[in-house]
């Protein structure tokens, strides 16, 4: 299974953009990195998917770089209804198991 | 749509009792999976079942046991209850591999 390691925590304000970024050195060739948020009291949603290089949604970017041994989840322009913890997963698409390993996330405070 | 549900959603148990947490989506999803989630902490799987049918353990099902029932249902019973237990569990489901949804949780207590 692919470790993943994250920051702890993470602070800031109204309106910046915000980076976090997520190690994973043994990132298998078919493994997806994928991203979760999870506010409290509720489970875990998910946020964004990708392989390589960039992908975009509506709520987030998501950047790898050509090595693949780290990823980094951009929310840009925050508000206070982000604070939550978010969680980067590592997986295969095709195995049940590989893609279910959350690891304790990154907890981000806005502050207004 | 429902997606994921979960009951119950609070429960208080005392030491050595027993109860079944039940899951059910609406999504046709093969895949079914509980986690457990204690405070400040991430979430860890208890169980999981590829399919209708199958069912693994995952990282932490010492005091578990689980059931599909059918491809809607799985349920994870708690035969003797302990506090080291005490926890809020997540049941949710997926497509294999791909996005997994949660339910809302339950918030457990062993006393």
């Known amino acids: 299974l692919a470790k993943t390691t994250q920051p702890i925590s993470m602070d800031s304000y109204e309106g910046q953009e915000v980076n976090i970024t997520c190690s994973h050195n043994n990132i298998a060739t078919n493994d997806y990195i994928t991203w979760y948020q999870q506010f409290p009291s509720q489970g875990p949603r998910f946020i964004i998917q990708g392989y390589k290089t960039k992908v975009t949604n509506e709520v987030a970017s998501l950047f790898i770089p050509a090595d693949r041994k780290s990823s980094t989840l951009s929310l840009p322009r925050v508000s206070l209804s982000d604070t939550a913890v978010y969680y980067c997963l590592v997986g295969v698409l095709d195995t049940v198991r590989r893609a279910l390993t959350f690891g304790s996330g990154t907890r981000l405070q806005v502050q207004p | 749509n429902a997606g994921v549900t979960q009951t119950p959603k609070f429960q208080v148990l005392k030491t050595g009792q027993s109860m079944t947490l039940q899951c059910a989506q609406d999504?046709?999803?093969?895949?079914m999976y509980w986690y457990r989630q204690d405070p400040g902490m991430g979430l860890r799987l208890i169980y999981y079942s590829a399919s209708e049918g199958t069912t693994d353990k995952g990282e932490v099902p010492n005091g578990y046991n689980v059931s599909r029932l059918n491809k809607r249902e799985f349920s994870l019973r708690l035969e003797s209850a302990a506090p080291s237990q005490t926890s809020v569990y997540f049941c949710?489901?997926?497509?294999?591999?791909?996005?997994?949804?949660f339910g809302e949780g339950s918030w457990l207590t062993v006393v």
């Open positions: 999504m046709n999803h093969n895949s």
């Open positions: 949710a489901s997926s497509v294999p591999g791909n996005t997994i949804y």
